[in-house]
């Protein structure tokens, strides 16, 4: 029900009633994800919110294989993951990058990492080379001098864009990127998702964001998916989304500063039209409201 | 996949066993694992089990989490019930070539794997309902004696508590390595010895780097707070002996004087 609103025939992924039961029969059994039932179009860029323990990173970790449903379906690329075959070869496709990528650096080189994922999918030498050149210039690395820096020796920014690059050479048809931009400065946040968006409209690939971060979603999403304890609660535009202030804060979730700002007018009894989420949008309907006020 | 490293750990509960003093268990565990290893005889064997299974029943623990204890040692169960049952020189009962199964070699076989059965069993108990904090505090008690003569005591059950402490930790962080390497491309499974300890530094580069990290915040952290080891150092919660613990030792130990008694005889 929640998924039908964007059906369509070109969904990459396909949820269908996904429950996740962490340790089962035992007294540490956790219900992690229930009955999630969503569909993701090709070529969306798509963020999943929702407060912590909700079941996003459970989620993801079913996209690309890493998980198996306790019951339900997900089919990603038209492939079933209960497959184990094909679960297995799904990171050719779907490439995740995790909480803090930047900790599972190991190689010499930032070069020699970038290049651990295509030389993993058996290509030559020389495209090896050419994606992770490609990928290091995608987020603002020099290839040259990634040949010579150790990934230890670098600032916990820079770490993070290089651990971004390794998945990014996969060139991956879905990126899955799990708080990406958790504990940067807002220019390097900022940079980030610029980096993010180029590849996608270079590689015209599917973006899935989880963020806690409500003005990127403001900013970036074309669709909002929505968690509450294990379940899918919403799903739809973030204008739709954070025009539901009530149900949003219910579950604990915040608003983008401007959408927050004229909910507060709103309860001030000034009349705002709905679906305002960026700083220029609340700018104009200020500018509106004064010139109300002085005539 | 690693989830087997978790044996043996801690359940949460009310039961006696649960409420009881940690130097109780360790002394009684210690008591009936003696008992269990030197038992001659199968009345001291039926005291022994009746005991376990007593303890078994008060601990209020799930049977699956029980069975589970023995199903992690399955292997060893079974390979030391093979190496008996084959090695054993006596009566023949099944023979096939060199291959012979003695009747004296089964007997041995059941009885050693009942003995380590039950050492498992009673072994896991205090693990189990007992919070590792709780448990090091029960072993620096127990070993302060020994300070006299140089021992660290306090430093080594410190040294085990912070081992104990990041166990999960590091687990969880190797869980996560090892899915982020893998949504890369790696294998850990597969080709030569060479290949394949090749095949792990995706996997231990980012791990001990990790733990390393993880040591010098927590130094940081103790210092911080003005941590000092040893003497002069005060506890939160001071350990106590109740009655149900003198009652659970005197039994321990009579059972330890009755098998070590019966053995004599």
């Known amino acids: ?61 079913h996209f690309n294989g890493l998980l198996r449903p306790t019951s339900g379906k997900v089919r990603v690329c038209g492939i079933d993951t209960a497959d184990k075959k094909q679960r297995r070869n799904l990171w050719r496709s779907v ?131 929505v968690l509450n304890q294990g379940r899918l609660v919403m799903v739809g535009p973030p204008r739709e989304i954070f025009s539901r202030v009530e149900e949003l804060m219910a579950i604990g979730l915040d608003l983008p500063a401007a959408a927050r700002l004229m909910h507060q007018l709103r309860l001030l009894g000034k009349r705002i039209r709905p679906g305002v989420l960026t700083a220029d949008e609340a700018e104009e309907v200020i500018a509106g409201l004064l010139e109300e006020a002085l005539c | 996949m690693l989830s087997g490293i978790s044996m043996g750990q801690y359940i949460p509960g009310d039961s006696l066993l649960h409420r009881l003093d940690p130097r109780t268990k360790i002394i009684a565990v210690l008591a009936i694992a003696v008992s269990i290893i030197i038992f001659s005889n199968w009345q001291s064997f039926l005291l022994i089990a009746l005991l376990t299974l007593v303890a078994l029943f008060v601990s209020r623990l799930p049977l699956a989490v029980i069975l589970g204890s023995l199903k992690s040692l399955w292997l060893l169960l079974l390979i030391t019930f093979l190496l008996q049952a084959f090695l054993t020189p006596g009566t023949p009962v099944i023979a096939h070539g060199p291959l012979q199964v003695s009747q004296e070699g089964i007997i041995a076989a059941t009885g050693i794997v009942l003995r380590l059965a039950l050492l498992i069993l009673i072994a896991f108990l205090p693990t189990l309902t007992t919070p590792p904090i709780r448990l090091t505090a029960g072993l620096e008690s127990i070993m302060s004696p020994l300070q006299r003569v140089g021992v660290p005591a306090h430093e080594l059950a410190m040294m085990m508590t912070l081992a104990l402490r990041f166990i999960p930790t590091l687990l969880q962080e190797a869980e996560i390595v090892i899915s982020a390497q893998r949504s890369r491309g790696a294998g850990f499974t597969t080709g030569s010895p060479v290949k394949w300890a090749k095949s792990l530094l995706p996997l231990f580069v980012p791990l001990f780097a990790g733990a390393l990290r993880r040591a010098d915040d ?48």
């Open chain 1, 95 to 225: 490439g995740l990058v995790f909480q803090q990528p930047e900790q599972q650096l190991f190689e010499e080189t930032v070069l020699a990492d970038v290049a651990f994922g295509p030389r993993n999918m058996g290509l030559a030498e020389a495209e090896v080379k050419e994606r992770a050149h490609e990928a290091l210039r995608l987020v603002g690395i020099n290839p040259q001098e990634a040949a010579r820096m150790s990934p230890f020796h670098l600032s916990g920014g820079m770490r993070r864009k290089a651990a971004i690059a390794g998945v990014l050479a996969l060139k991956p048809q879905v990126l899955i990127l799990d708080e990406p931009t958790a504990g940067l400065d807002p220019q390097g946040k900022q940079q980030l998702m610029q980096h993010v968006e180029n590849f996608r409209r270079r590689e015209d690939a599917t973006i899935i964001l989880v963020t806690h971060d409500m003005e990127e979603v403001a900013l970036l999403a074309e669709q909002v998916a």
């Open chain 2, 218 to 265: 927590l130094a940081m952290a103790m210092e911080c707070r003005c941590y000092r080891g040893g003497a002069n150092r005060t506890r939160m919660s001071v350990l106590k002996l109740n009655t149900e613990d003198y009652v659970v030792i005197c039994v321990a130990l009579a059972s330890l004087a009755g098998v070590i008694a019966l053995r004599l005889i």
């Open chain 1, 1 to 61: 029900m929640l998924g039908g609103a964007f059906l369509t025939m070109s969904a990459i992924i396909e949820i269908d009633r996904l429950t996740h039961i962490y340790s089962p029969g035992t007294p540490f059994q956790i219900a992690a994800l229930d009955s999630i039932s969503l569909d993701i179009k090709k070529g969306v860029f798509l963020a999943i919110i929702g407060s912590t323990g909700s079941g996003k990173s459970t989620l993801i970790r």
